[in-house]
């Protein structure tokens, strides 16, 4: 499982043309195509084929006639684009999912344990200084069984 982990935080510009540098160590894993999509607090997600089918029939199990689960399909599946890494290991950032997070010139890519993520610095810096004081951290967490 580990080489198939997405792990680390890097810095990258986005270019004119809203593509982005995919760290080399994710490119490999996004070889067979990915998804970019709107995700979780305001940020994107960089999602490899086989983990976005394997979220997908998750989604699909959930019951259609619960308003939530209607929700969390559209919002995902709306804004979802399918793509490939280009020659220089960049993925292209539709203007649309590039307005949701809050992109300009730069961008945070992080990996996220079975996807990556693409957050607007200021948005990250705002969101992550929550995990900075211990004692919050360990109270978010303390019900997950870790």
């Not at 399918?82 to 990996?111: C, I, K, M, Y």
Request: proline share 5%; charged share 20%; hydrophobic share 45%.
């Amino acid at each position: 499982m580990t080489g198939n982990v997405f792990t680390g935080e890097y810095r990258h510009a986005v270019d004119g043309k809203g593509r982005i540098a995919v760290p080399a160590r994710f490119r490999a894993k996004l070889d067979g195509g990915c998804v970019v999509a709107r995700w979780l607090d305001s940020c994107l997600a960089i999602f490899p084929m086989p983990a976005w089918e394997a979220l997908a029939t998750k989604l699909a199990g959930l019951p259609m006639v619960d308003h939530n689960a209607r929700l969390l399909q559209r919002q995902l599946f709306a804004g979802a684009f399918e793509t490939e890494l280009d020659g220089q290991g960049r993925v292209l950032v539709p203007q649309g999912l590039r307005s949701f997070a809050g992109l300009e010139d730069e961008a945070l890519v992080l990996g996220s344990r079975d996807h990556a993520e693409i957050w607007a610095p200021a948005r990250w810096e705002e969101y992550s200084q929550a995990l900075d004081d211990p004692s919050a951290f360990a109270a978010a967490i303390a019900g997950l069984g870790i």
